[in-house]
């Protein structure tokens, strides 16, 4: 395994990688580092698919707002470095910030509506910076494949739209969500959380498989899957509701409330919800359909 | 030559000649069509210097504000199509509106502060659909060099920063101003002048031609100099001004018209204007150094 900091290495290092065999695919996992089981399932599933295999490290400045948590937000190179050994993987691309944003860097990219609904109402700048920064490093690696989790099932909408968008020669692959054993879907942030804020935000796993569960037995009324994410969730006095949201999932529409609600599509229909647990901000869904 | 309308044919096209030889080079000079020999130079020049030569030519709705010409903006395949083959063009790329576009399309880049400046201030869309548009060209073409006139400068600095900030493998080349006999610089927009408006269209390039002199004979105070670009412009009532401008070049900043006025850069200079003729807008420049 190498470990790459320059985008010049990086690209000198990927050109002879394509030029050793003709047919020699290149799978790409872009992370913030901080790896849990969520992100290594995405490096697994890009092994198996590929013949390289790149993962970046970037804690992306861009895609925080002015009062978000980059400056605390986990890092532990080293740990993860090892993991993503173990697992086989052929490319650590590990750059600084100045090298991804040097300085009076300007060029933005910008998926417009599907970038302002859900998670990017509280966070209006935050999926800018991560259509940036992806589209920076599909243009660095070129692969062929790219991870993404369904977790961040906006993002992964989004960078979908954007590839399809911008004609990017890479198909991006949206992986299932990886929980704790009690329900709790991987984050780095998972680590903020004091013992009894994460007592409380099992709320959010809970309310989503009750919602879930609820779809399986015929509800299909948007406005009363939201109703009852909310009671539940409205449980506990540690946690506050950001959003709960039942949308189209290739447009991210909500489906709107009216009376007698809407009804969802059967195969197209993302259920998500973000709350804060103190300071943490986390976000969990599920889907009908395929991103 | 051939002519290709949608984007997998262009795609699969561009592949086969990859194949052909290890060294083949792809030069890409995008136009709007109304070909004159501005564009003609380009092309020359891109045929020069690679071994295939694909021209576009698609009317760019989205670099056209909701009150510009994009309706009546010229078009004349024909004629712009046997010009091409007479200089031996390879491939042109004639998409449809909806192969570039499609309905629902979102995905915008945003060269930021560059696109804001100069034409920019009045046309405050107009440098983001530049940039989109060349990407998306950029990203199915895939050229090792794609070309732009000079006229439009803040154009060719934009998306040199773009190709740069975007990690695009393209090499940019911005190509000198091509003059009709009376000095006006070429444009697919003259064909709205009448001989009226096109003898007053004449104070354009005649002021920053005397602006340029003053320039070679030592005049380095920017207020000056566009004092004395302003006074020729206001010489002719059909001629109204809409910037005059003196600004670095690489980052289009405006050298501050403070009192006694601020001293150009000798190689890092660009000096331009715009003004309506009618409703015709016209813009012009002159720069000291390179893009």
Known sequence: MKMIKTIPEIQAEIRKQREQGQARTIGFVPTMGALHQGHLSLVQACREENDVTVVS??????QFGP?????KYPRDFQTDESMLKELGVDLIFYPAKDEIYPPGYSTYVEVEKLGQVLCGKSRPTHFKGVATVVLKLFNIIKPDRA????KDAQQAVIIKRMAAELNLD??????????????????????????????????????LMRAQE??????????????????ELRKSPLLTVDYVEVATLDGLEPFPGSPGGQLIASNNTLVAAAVKVG?????????????
Do not use: C, W
């Not at 009062?67 to 400056?71: A, G, L, P, R, S």
């Not at 929980?179 to 099992?202: H, I, Q």
């Not at 609820?214 to 009671?231: C, H, M, N, S, V």
């Open 57 to 62: 490290i970037f804690v992306n400045p861009a």
């Open 67 to 71: 009062n978000e948590d980059f400056e």
């Open 147 to 150: 991870y993404f989790g369904r």
């Open 170 to 207: 890479v198909t991006i692959k949206a992986l299932p969500i990886v929980r704790d054993p009690d329900g709790l879907a991987l984050s780095s942030r998972n680590v903020y959380l004091s013992p009894a804020e994460r007592g409380a935000a099992l709320h959010l796993p809970r309310a």
């Open 214 to 231: 609820r779809i399986q037995a015929g509800l299909k009324d948007a406005a009363e899957i939201k109703a009852g994410i909310e009671t």
């Open 279 to 291: 300071k943490t901000r986390l976000i969990d869904n599920f889907i009908l359909g395929e991103i």
